[in-house]
């Protein structure tokens, strides 16, 4: 398929050497005399370049380039270190839950404090996790697509597999001088060699699994047919995995806080808050840049809302609640910036870890076609913005951006190259994250990313370039349950598409017709992109540390 692509391009500037013609287009009724437009972080018709092997090939723009890291250099020298990095990463909101991207009090849950913050820095309308929680996360450590880190699914109930002591991003920031603190839901493994402490954060505060583990079993209303029954609940008491929050060091290793239970779990966020609160104030004089990953408990299934929030939503749904309540832990957490003097220079990097679980109500919303557990735009396209004061454009920006991208932006602004990481890391080991440090800071600045490419469970399912997606493998939401909350992860897989499955997500988000036979020449590079990372799976085979079975 590239070579195709190679033979149209060269084919057209030889039929414009040859005639003398700039760009004879129109129609039928004759030629036409509009110009056209080019748009920013639109790249069909242009080549990215590769930067290493064992890296996704990026553009490159030396100009952009050369002002964002000669504002780097400047802010560095008035503060005396690299910058302080956030990110603070929701669970199960939906594209449009935040007042930022359109919902907000609209849907019946104001996020004040987001979108101020939002809205003074670069909004990025398409940007993209991966269908379910502990892949993202683990995209978000590694840089890779969890076809590379392996982590296909979420490890449920003590189910061995994680991390297992792979080169994270908190990793190589200590070796950059930063302090790493991780706060709140971890969920890549409880093993050893998986657990934070052995991963790279200096100091984790938090639980190992994920928020419904804790309480689905204990709840009379949800789950009768083990709560009720003596034997079965005793199963789940001894069931193995860590049913506690936890605060885990190298020192210590992993230290039993408290019990998780209906209870406790409402304090959750306020307790993690608290944490975080604290480590930022703490970090206040100290001579080092520090790290904080805050990842949140709700909006997760099952809420239970925080007393001092139950109901204080307008929607007065649990998720919503719990929109409110996040809403003001972030807030918090700005405040403690502001009032310690480290805002200046803390990038602060706010996302969803996927799109809104769509299968136990009430959940969040999203505009388009699909739900968590799928590659539809809807279980991956996710709320987010950077915030640098002065130092990040405010705006929006529809460039592309995976969250992988976080491994290689994040280690870029504190000071390693992209050559340096691509030795860092080893020849056997594939990035699938590209530096976005130039389009977060040049004032014009443009997506490094080219295209992005979409996994679903342990298939390579879509790819897209510019406002085009390609769909190899997808997920039919009603294909097995006719009645429902259908969705995510209770649809059907189907791999093969019909090989002209293109869609145009400027004019179709919904993603409910193609596009792909009236747009051969869009299908042929496309179809090229496909190609190049089928070849990068053979160079770079897919692992599966948490799979599938028959995986």
């Known amino acids: 398929m590239k070579k195709i692509y190679f033979l149209l391009f060269y084919l057209a500037c030889a039929v414009i050497l040859a005639t003398g013609q700039t760009n004879p287009r129109g129609a039928t009724t004759g030629p036409t005399t509009a110009p056209g437009f080019n748009h920013p972080n639109q790249y069909i018709g242009m080549m990215p370049t590769v930067v290493a092997t064992n890296m996704e090939p990026m553009m490159v723009r030396a100009s952009q380039d050369q002002e964002a890291f000669a504002k780097l250099k400047t802010i560095e020298a008035k503060t005396g270190k690299k910058p302080n990095i956030l990110i603070f990463l929701l669970d199960d909101v939906g594209w449009m839950d935040p007042g930022f991207n359109g919902g907000g009090e609209s849907v019946g849950n104001p996020t004040p404090n987001l979108d101020l913050i939002a809205h003074d820095g670069l909004i990025l309308t398409s940007a993209y996790s991966t269908p379910s929680c502990t892949p993202t996360r683990a995209t978000i450590m590694t840089g890779q697509t969890p076809l590379h880190h392996g ?54 505060y938090g639980f190992l699994g994920v928020s419904d583990m ?59 808050a608290q944490y975080s609160d604290k480590f930022i104030r703490g970090m206040k004089d100290s001579d080092q840049p520090w790290f904080l990953y805050h990842a949140t408990r709700a909006c997760h299934f099952d809420n239970y809302p925080n007393d001092e929030y139950a109901g204080k939503s307008p929607a007065r749904t649990v998720f919503s609640d719990g929109m409110v309540e996040i ?7 700005i405040k403690a910036l502001e009032e310690t003097g480290q805002l200046d220079n803390t990038i602060i990097f706010f996302t969803s870890d996927n799109g809104p679980e769509a299968e136990i109500p009430p959940h969040g919303r999203t505009p388009f076609r699909g739900s968590k557990g799928s590659s539809w735009e809807g279980g991956v396209r996710v709320p987010t913005f ?166």
């Open 151 to 204: 982590l296909l699914r979420p490890p449920m109930y003590g189910e061995p597999g994680g991390l297992d002591g792979v080169i994270t991003l908190p990793k190589i920031l200590q070796e950059l001088g930063y302090v790493t603190q991780g706060v709140g839901k971890w969920h890549m493994g409880e093993n050893d060699a998986s657990l934070p402490q052995n991963v790279g954060f200096d100091d984790y």
């Open 327 to 333: 809403d003001d832990v972030f807030g918090k957490l």
């Open 386 to 551: 950077v915030y640098w004061k002065e130092m990040i454009r405010s705006g929006k920006s529809d460039g592309l951006f995976d969250l992988a991208d976080l491994f290689n932006t994040c280690i870029s602004v504190a000071g390693m190259n992209s050559a340096d990481l691509s030795k860092r890391i080893g020849t056997d080991r594939y990035v699938d994250g590209v530096d976005q440090t130039s389009f977060w800071l040049a004032n014009a600045g443009q997506s490094n990313r080219y295209s992005r490419i979409y996994t679903l469970n342990q298939y390579f399912s879509a790819v897209r370039v510019d406002e085009f997606k390609a769909h190899i493998t997808l997920e039919l939401q009603e294909a097995i349950f006719p009645r429902g909350y259908t969705g995510g992860f209770s649809g059907a897989i189907v791999t093969n598409t019909g090989g002209a499955t293109i869609v145009n997500l400027y004019t179709n988000p919904q993603e409910d017709v193609s596009v792909g036979v009236r747009h051969i020449p869009i299908s042929v590079i496309i179809g090229a992109e496909i190609d190049r990372y089928v070849a990068v799976l053979k160079k770079f085979p897919p692992q599966s540390k948490i799979g599938f079975q028959g995986n």
């Open 214 to 272: 804790y309480t689905e079993w204990r709840d009379m209303y949800f789950n009768p047919e083990i709560a009720l029954s003596p034997l079965r609940f005793a199963m789940m008491e001894q069931s193995p995995f860590n049913h506690n929050n936890v605060h885990c060091t190298k020192e210590k290793g992993v230290e039993n806080i408290y019990q998780i239970d209906l209870e406790s779990i409402k304090n959750l966020d306020q307790d993690w």
